[in-house]
């Protein structure tokens, strides 16, 4: 299986800061990563598939980027509404696991 | 608006079974694959399984294989997930959600509210 590693695992900023978080995979997986955003009790929001493909109404400040095994989610600008927990995941092989995600709060 | 709802959770004994459902609308069913995904409580996401549009392929995480079975029905716009022998680590919200292929890059854009399943006795 592949293993995903997310880091920070927690990570605080301001409002208007702009934030970094990295997720490496344990093999290649090319660009077959997905990025989501799961808020405190709702379900998960997938906000970038492919590593850097936008999903529909996803903000622009919301950047991903990487290939291989090294992937980053860049979010400028940082509104209240995007301290949540987030989560990569790599869609290259089954089972289709998930880093254990990167909770941003608000500091 | 595409939807899915989940039913079925509740609480059962460790050894017992359990049935989830999922219930899709506003959506075509029938030509996207499933997933099924669950979060402990106060944990990650897990990947759980996933099917094929026609049912004819299946997938899934090793700690459920053997015990976890996922269905659908194309006609009744439903997915299933059969659980047995289920123990206190299977308690978690399951999610199902709609396993997308962007260009060949799949991801499950479409979710549902989840159903908490607890294994205690």
């Known amino acids: 299986d592949i293993q995903m590693t997310q880091s920070p695992s927690s990570l605080s900023a301001s409002i208007g800061d702009r934030v970094t978080i990295t997720c490496r995979a344990s093999?290649?997986?090319?660009?077959?990563l997905n990025w989501y955003q799961q808020k405190t009790g709702k379900a998960p929001k997938l906000l970038l598939h492919?590593?850097?493909y936008f999903q529909s109404g996803v903000p622009s400040r919301f950047v991903g980027s990487g290939f291989g095994t090294d992937f980053t989610l860049t979010i400028s600008g940082l509104q209240f509404e995007d301290f949540a927990t987030y989560y990569c995941?790599?869609?290259?092989?089954?089972?289709?696991?998930f880093g254990q995600g990167t909770k941003l709060e608000i500091k | 608006e595409a939807q899915l709802v989940e039913s079925g959770g509740g609480l059962v004994q460790p050894g017992g079974s359990l049935r989830l459902s999922c219930e899709a609308s506003?959506?075509?069913?029938?030509?996207?694959?499933m997933s099924w995904v669950r979060q402990a409580p106060g944990k990650g996401l897990e990947w759980v399984a996933n099917?094929?549009?026609?049912?004819?392929?299946?997938n899934y995480v090793d700690s459920v294989k053997g015990r976890f079975t996922i269905s659908r029905d194309n006609a009744k716009n439903s997915l299933s997930l059969q659980m047995n022998s289920l123990s206190p680590e299977d308690s978690a919200v399951y999610y199902c959600?709609?396993?997308?292929?962007?260009?060949?890059?799949?991801?499950?854009?479409?979710w549902g509210q989840g159903t908490t399943v607890t294994v205690s006795s």
């Open positions: 093999q290649s997986i090319a660009r077959h």
């Open positions: 492919a590593a850097s």
């Open positions: 099917i094929k549009e026609d049912g004819t392929e299946t």
């Open positions: 995941q790599q869609s290259y092989s089954p089972p289709y696991t």
């Open positions: 959600a709609r396993f997308d292929f962007w260009s060949g890059f799949p991801g499950m854009d479409v």
């Open positions: 506003g959506l075509t069913f029938r030509i996207f694959w």
